[in-house]
C-alpha cells in the first residue's frame, strides 16, 4: 500500500522513545504497518516532541517523494486495516491536515463523520507534503521559538488559527494509546483514551461535520512573534 504508478501516496513516520512498554507498542505497530514506507526516528537524546517530530518530518520530505505524511507516536493501537483506512480519507480529504484521535465528549455528536476544530491531539496526524512545508515556514517566522519550546500541537494549532484552516478528525479515531495514560513531555498524563475508536474498517467518514472549540492557543498565549 502507499503507492500508485511510481509515486509514493503515503509515507509513515513514528517517533519512538526507547522504553521497555514503547519497544513492545512500537513492534506492534510495525507488524500492523508492513507492506509500507515507515521510517522510525528514535529519540535517544530525549529531544522532545517538536525536536524528534520536526527531525521525524524533514527525513521524510527530503527522502521520499510521497505526497502525504502520516506522522504517530509510539504508544499508539491502530485501528482494523489502518493504512487502508488512512488510503480512503487521503481520497476523502487530499488537501486537509487530518487528526487521527480526538479525546472529548464532543465526538460523540460526530460518530460516523467529522470532528473540525483548530485545536488538536498530535499522536497520529496526516499532513499533505505541500501544507506541512507551509506550516514549518509559517511558524519559523511568526512563533517565538523560546516561547514555543518543545511543543509540537501548540505550533501547529496557532497555525490553524492564524492562516483560518481547520483540522478534520474522523470519529471514530483510527488510533488509541495502548495504555490508560501517555508519555507526554516526561510525565504521565491520564485519560488519554479516544472517545470513540473505530474497530469497523468499513466505516466510510460520510456523517457530519461537528465543529469542536477548544481555545489551545489561549491557553498558551504570547508566541506571535513582535512585529
Known amino acids: 500500500m502507499g503507492d500508485r504508478g511510481d ?3 503515503v509515507r509513515y513516520g513514528i517517533r519512538h522513545v526507547p522504553t521497555p512498554e514503547r519497544e513492545a507498542s512500537l513492534a506492534a505497530m510495525r507488524v500492523e504497518l ?3 514506507e515507515v ?10 516532541p517538536w525536536n524528534s517530530w520536526m527531525a521525524l518530518t524533514m527525513r521524510l520530505a527530503l527522502e521520499s517523494d510521497a505526497m502525504h505524511f502520516v506522522l504517530l507516536d509510539d504508544d ?4 482494523p486495516e489502518f493504512t487502508t483506512v488512512v488510503e480512503r480519507l487521503i481520497d476523502q480529504r487530499p488537501n486537509d491536515v487530518m487528526g487521527l484521535y480526538a479525546n472529548t465528549t464532543s465526538a460523540l455528536a460526530a460518530e460516523g463523520g467529522w470532528l473540525v476544530s483548530k485545536a488538536l491531539w498530535a499522536c497520529a496526524l496526516i499532513w499533505p507534503r505541500k501544507l506541512f512545508f507551509d506550516f514549518c515556514i509559517w511558524q519559523g517566522a511568526n512563533l517565538d521559538q523560546a516561547k514555543a519550546g518543545r511543543h509540537d500541537d501548540v505550533r501547529v494549532a496557532y497555525w490553524l488559527k492564524h492562516t483560518k484552516r481547520d483540522i478534520y478528525m474522523p470519529v471514530p479515531s483510527l488510533v488509541d494509546h495502548v495504555s490508560e495514560y501517555s508519555l507526554y513531555h516526561d510525565r504521565r498524563v491520564t485519560n488519554q483514551r479516544a472517545t470513540l475508536f473505530n474497530s469497523d474498517p468499513e466505516v466510510r467518514y460520510s456523517g457530519p461535520e461537528v465543529r469542536y472549540y477548544h481555545s489551545q492557543t489561549g491557553r498558551f498565549p504570547g508566541w506571535l512573534c513582535s512585529r
Do not use: A, I, Q
Open 7 to 9: 509515486t509514493v501516496v
Open 34 to 36: 508492513r507492506g509500507s
Open 39 to 48: 521510517d522510525v526516528f528514535v529519540d535517544n537524546d530525549r529531544l522532545g
Open 76 to 79: 499508539l493501537k491502530l485501528c
